[in-house]
Nanobody, 127 residues
């Protein structure tokens, strides 16, 4: 079992930056593909970014490319999401998630494919 705890959310003005962290405990998460999802009120939970166990491959949704960076430190059992040039439309609850299955080259957007979830952290971007 893996427990995931997000931190780093908050209120920021448009154009500002935040860095989210997701700390894993319970067992090592280094073999897992890790992802950040977000969910705005009344909307579905969408994948924002993902990273494989080695960190050598990453995925970003189109609207955050060039602004967000996902990274991981397997020694610290932690992943990060650096968010720059934030926009009001980035406002959402952000969740980290872990996929136990070996990465086969495809990124999974379906939340059902992820085995572990954090409780979420609120990010609010004011205009």
């Amino acid at each position: 079992q893996v427990q995931l705890v997000e931190s780093g959310g908050g209120l920021v003005q448009a154009g500002g930056s935040l860095r989210l962290s997701c700390a894993a405990s319970g067992r090592t998460f280094s073999p897992y593909t890790m992802a950040w999802f977000r969910q705005a009120p009344g909307k579905e939970r969408d994948i924002v970014a993902a990273i494989i166990w080695s960190g050598r491959s990453t995925y970003y949704m189109d609207s955050v490319k060039g602004r967000f960076t996902i990274s991981r430190d397997n020694a610290k059992n932690t992943i990060y999401l650096q968010m720059n040039s934030l926009k009001p439309e980035d406002t959402a609850v952000y969740y980290c998630a872990a996929d136990r299955a070996p990465w086969t080259g495809s990124w999974h957007h379906d939340t059902a494919r992820y085995d572990y979830w954090g409780q979420g952290t609120q990010v609010t971007v004011s205009s």
